[in-house]
């Protein structure tokens, strides 16, 4: 009676945890895939700004530093794609008992 009750509750306990870790697979692709959208935007913008660029009013009194712009924008770029260019760290798993005998 033990060994089936113990069963019984072993086959849910094992599929919330396979569950929770195909979520987290899948939560940590769907970040990829922001960040990668992030990226696209970010090199989009820099097209947006180099054409501001070309056709700002140079004899402003006031300008806007499209320079600056430019480099702030080239920093967060760079550690998007770095972060998205890492290779993913594996994670430890517990070694398995492998004697199932008593």
């Known amino acids: 009676?033990?060994?089936?009750?113990?069963?019984?509750?072993?086959?849910?306990?094992?599929?919330?945890?396979?569950?929770?870790?195909?979520?987290?697979?899948?939560?940590?692709?769907?970040?990829?895939?922001?960040?990668?959208?992030i990226a696209q935007e970010l090199q989009r913008l820099q097209v947006d700004i180099s054409q501001a660029t070309r056709t700002a009013d140079t004899s402003a009194r006031v300008?806007?530093?499209?320079?600056?712009?430019?480099?702030?924008?080239e920093l967060v770029?760079?550690?998007?794609?770095?972060h998205l260019d890492a290779p993913r760290q594996p994670r430890p798993v517990a070694p398995l008992a492998g004697d199932y005998r008593r």
């Open 1 to 37: 009676m033990i060994k089936r009750t113990m069963s019984l509750h072993a086959a849910p306990v094992a599929m919330l945890l396979l569950l929770a870790a195909s979520a987290a697979r899948a939560d940590a692709d769907s970040e990829r895939e922001a960040l990668a959208r």
């Open 77 to 82: 770029l760079r550690g998007v794609t770095d």
């Open 63 to 73: 300008k806007f530093r499209y320079d600056w712009l430019e480099k702030d924008l």
